[in-house]
């Protein structure tokens, strides 16, 4: 089994920061991109950063120049710092991950959430 566990949550004043953390753990051979989604509350989940093992990193336009997501490959650990915060970002942020098992002999990847961390910004 693969578990994404987050943290760093949590209620903030408008302009403040955040940073979110999610390390992956369990049954992993390799983690391939991994991101941030958010879900507001009666709101469609969306994308709000993603970053590939290489290449290009994607953030939402609602956060760039804000919001900045980075990685640490030898902790399996995705982050996200949260500068300049807005309500209109308060939301249950979600952790994600394409994760390649090993099952006897054959590579598998897997696309993993985490259970979601409540980011509250007041106004």
């Known amino acids: 089994q693969v578990q994404l566990a987050e943290s760093g949550g949590g209620l903030v004043q408008a302009g403040g920061s955040l940073r979110l953390s999610c390390a992956a753990s369990?049954?992993?051979?390799?983690?391939?991109?991994m991101g941030w989604y958010r879900q507001a509350p009666g709101k469609q989940r969306e994308l709000v950063a993603r970053?590939?093992?290489?290449?290009?990193?994607n953030y939402a336009d609602s956060v760039k120049g804000r919001f900045t997501i980075s990685r640490d490959n030898a902790k399996n650990t995705v982050y996200l710092q949260m500068n300049n915060l807005k309500p209109e970002d308060t939301a249950v942020y979600y952790c994600?991950?394409?994760?390649?098992?090993?099952?006897?002999?054959?590579?598998?990847?897997?696309?993993?959430w985490g259970q979601g961390t409540q980011v509250t910004v007041s106004s």
């Open positions: 369990g049954s992993i051979f390799s983690v391939n991109a």
């Open positions: 994600n991950a394409d994760i390649t098992r090993l099952l006897l002999t054959t590579a598998r990847v897997y696309n993993y």
């Open positions: 970053i590939p093992t290489g290449g290009t990193i």
